[in-house]
């Protein structure tokens, strides 16, 4: 069975801290697909990053960056120097195989920026 | 990214009413479409499936007389709520992908269904 936690339910920083937002998965399957997703107050989700099981570059994009590391089955999600901006719910997501299909959800991480 | 869209964004109806929405895909072909729900500061919940002109594939414990779903085009895809009731107040939100493969779902910007 697919299984994506994100034990941190909430987490409030002072803006121009860095923050982390942790993500653990589960899966038999050999390849897949792990994601971010961005949620503000508007409600729309916002795509952030895709990372397939046989990449396990780090990424990095502006202030964001993700940490992906199969042996302890975790794609953790940097934000360096927060803004106000970046308060939203943080979805982390999981995709099966190959042939990208339903996406196993988390249960989301509300991270708020204080000015 | 893509763009997906949702109509209405937002919908207030009486208890026993039939409501639809629609999601569409502004630029590209959506071969498939995923239909969420989502309840107050919880995760997304898959509710079904749909592949162009084929019947929609629903989750388990997701009643699809009561939530039908059509897919008559690439880029159009509907969810109606038929004969609303207060529980299926939620947020309600399609995505759309081009193909199979590498291809990322796109979020439409979701619905929020007050059933009174």
């Known amino acids: 069975a697919q299984k994506v936690t994100q034990a941190q339910t909430e987490i409030s920083v002072v803006e121009k801290e860095d923050v982390t937002l942790d993500c653990v998965y589960e899966t038999r399957d050999t390849t897949y697909y792990l994601f971010w997703y961005k949620q503000p107050p508007s409600g729309e989700l916002v795509f952030l990053i895709r990372?397939?099981?046989?990449?396990?570059q780090n990424e990095i994009s502006g202030r964001y960056s993700w940490n992906f590391q199969k042996s302890t089955s975790s794609f953790n999600f940097t934000i360096t120097a927060s803004q106000v901006v970046d308060s939203a719910v943080y979805f982390c997501?999981?995709?099966?195989?190959?042939?990208?299909?339903?996406?196993?959800f988390g249960r989301g991480t509300q991270l708020t920026v204080w000015p | 990214g893509a763009v997906v869209s949702q109509h209405p964004s937002r919908v207030i109806c009486k208890s026993g009413t039939s409501v639809k929405i629609e999601c569409r895909s502004l630029?590209?072909?959506?071969?498939?479409m995923f239909w969420y729900r989502q309840f107050p500061k919880q995760s997304l919940m898959l509710m079904a499936t749909?592949?162009?002109?084929?019947?929609?594939?629903?989750e388990q414990g997701v009643e699809k007389d009561k939530f039908l779903i059509n897919h008559a085009s690439l880029t159009l895809s509907t969810l109606t709520v038929t004969s609303a009731h207060p529980e299926d107040s939620s947020f309600y939100i399609c995505s759309g992908r081009a193909g199979g493969g590498a291809d990322t779902q796109y979020f439409g910007p979701g619905t929020r269904l007050t059933v009174l």
């Open positions: 997501a999981l995709s099966r195989g190959s042939t990208l299909g339903r996406l196993y």
């Open positions: 749909s592949n162009e002109g084929s019947k929609a594939t629903y």
């Open positions: 630029d590209f072909q959506a071969t498939t």
């Open positions: 990372r397939n099981s046989f990449d396990e």
